[in-house]
């Protein structure tokens, strides 16, 4: 058993269903904003707006938003233990790993909050 | 007349590793890689390796050949070397010792932990503990591993993490007793498996499956082992 404190869940299986769980939810909501893109005649600046006027859009957004910021911190964070390793770097590795995960924490939390700050704000 | 190039390095001697070129009649011949470098060890002795059943069952000679990790001993010239050259190296990812050997200690120590033998709590019966032959079916296809590290050492996530990530040829094997209707430690075992590592470094890229020579599939095993930590988790 490896012990890890800085993957999503802390557990294999549960960092495993939380991408694919968020991978079908992005799946569906490109293939819904193409669709809407591509199906919905006269298709501009009011019809975009109205749609997400609509209390439920913002909430497929949020949640797309959100499964965004899931999947790619499971994604990167494998990447990051995969690279980033001191069997790799040397001890080195230890604070390039914290920084570089630091960062994608902060870049994730900002883009949630601003996220949230544009859906409610249209 | 067939050209062979080998990875060389002595540690004593060497300061760094090398690539050697032979040359070798082969008289037309159909032979076998392991065949092969034991006609140059007869003209070179310095040239390290290792070899012991000769027919695929011990899997002591393990080696890169021509690029792509296999037994020495089963893999014929008409297949690694179809153009008339060529090249061994050594197991990738694992610390050369010699020449073509391997430290395989990162190896058995992933083996070591997924705890390979028949752990049952019950009281042992007066001769032996059956299993009815649809039981004993489930594991065909596992218990065939002569760990000889060719999946291991062609898959990346090994390479990255050995000391985490048990890699496919341990994973084949915790598989084998976790399907083992006669092992009752099935939870431990799957709580031992149960972090990002372990398992879940595995990203199906099936290299495992591409290079084993006796032709079984770790990548399937991985994916009973995820059903079964999935299925105890949600």
Sequence with gaps: MVTTVTSFGRSGVFDWLYQRVTAVVLAAYTLFIVGFIFLTDDFGYQAWSALFQNFWMRIFSLVALLSVVVHAWIGLWSVVTDYLTNRMMGPKATVLRVLAQSVLGAVAVIYTVWGIQILWGV | ?????????????????????????????????????????????????????????????????????????????????????????????????????????????????????????????????????????????????????????????????????????????????????????????????????????????????????KGLNPTRAIGHIRNMLLTRAV
């Design chain 2, 1 to 213: 007349m067939l050209k062979v190039s080998i990875y060389r390095y002595n540690p004593e001697t060497d300061k760094a590793p090398y690539m050697q070129d032979y040359e070798l009649d082969t008289q037309g011949k159909d032979l076998m890689v392991l065949d092969v470098l034991e006609m140059l060890k007869a003209e070179d002795s310095t040239l390290s390796f290792r070899r012991s059943c000769r027919e695929g069952v011990c899997g002591s000679d393990g080696m890169n050949i021509s690029g792509r990790n296999g037994l020495a001993c089963t893999t014929p010239l008409s297949e690694a070397a179809p153009k008339g050259k060529l090249v061994l190296r050594p197991l990738p990812g694992l610390p050369v010792i010699r020449d073509l050997v391997v430290d395989m200690e990162q190896f058995y120590e992933q083996y070591k932990k997924i705890e390979p033998y028949l752990q049952n709590d019950t009281p042992a019966p007066a001769i032996e503990r059956l299993q009815s032959p649809e039981d004993r079916e489930k594991l065909d296809g596992l218990y065939e591993c002569i760990l000889c590290a060719c999946c291991s050492t062609a898959c990346p996530s090994f390479w990255w993490n050995p000391d985490k990530f048990i890699g496919p040829a341990g994973l084949l094997q915790a598989y084998r007793f976790l399907a083992d209707t006669r092992d009752t430690a099935t939870d431990e075992r799957l709580s031992n498996l149960d972090d990002p590592f372990s398992v879940f470094r595995c990203h199906g890229i099936q290299n495992c499956v591409n290079v084993c020579p």
